[in-house]
């Protein structure tokens, strides 16, 4: 794919993703990004409305400055924000890079994901807002909730947006990687909202889609009584069927 039908593609990604009546953003919230190659990529630019959002609303980034922010992070906002600015690709563009920039860079190189779209869903923050979250994100309710979101979610605890979450995410990350042995499909930020990873635009629309749902249906549950969750034999079983692997690969 060439950068140029990259930026189509993440341009009708976002859109998609800001359309109103699917309660996953308002006003300035959410970001979305994908790998350009190797050593840049494409992210939602910083003010930049999802619905409306145009092409020029995204900026190209260089990885490696980005990255290397999370081992060395400056003492200040402003220091950070300098450094991030400068990883543009090309310095002369009008527009500057998401708060963040950081998880998103992190998350396709150690993801070895190609796109990622981070949204503020309704359905979703009812119980990241709640004392219900952690459950939420450790749990499936239905067997296509666990096929398509993975065997659950990775949970962090609230954290100041930009770097700071970054660094506490790559080691939720890192944790949840080394117990399945393969990226996260869906992660859940405490009273902040959800991101979803994938290697086709109609991946992060269908992580984004069913986690909404597992949301309703919990939110439902819980209204009538308890949500019945899936036992975690249940889940690695269905996860780990070959029919679901391959049921799975068409939702790509």
Known sequence: MSQQQKRDEILQLTRTLGEPHREYVIIGEGNTSC???????????????????????????????????????????????????EARVDPSVSVVPSVEVTFHAMLLHECQVDWVGHTHPVAVNKLLCSNRA??????????????????????????????????????????????????????????????????TPTEVRNITAMCVKGAHIVVGAYQVGEPVFLSREVILHITNRPDEIYRRSQFV
Do not use: W
């Open 134 to 199: 952690e459950a939420f994100a450790k749990n499936r309710t239905c067997p296509d909730e666990a096929v398509v979101c993975g065997p659950e979610s990775v949970f962090v605890p609230y954290e100041d947006p930009g770097l700071p979450l970054a660094i506490v995410m790559r080691d939720k990350v890192r944790e949840y990687m080394d117990a399945y042995g393969e990226a996260p499909k869906v992660i859940l930020l405490k009273n902040h909202g959800m991101i979803a990873l994938g290697q």
């Open 35 to 85: 790998r350009i190659d190797d050593d840049a990529f494409f992210i939602k630019a910083s003010g930049q409305q999802m619905e409306t959002i145009t092409a020029d609303g995204f900026v190209a980034v260089n990885f490696e400055p980005v990255l290397a922010l999370l081992d060395n992070p400056p003492d200040t906002y402003s220091e950070i924000k300098r450094i991030s600015n």
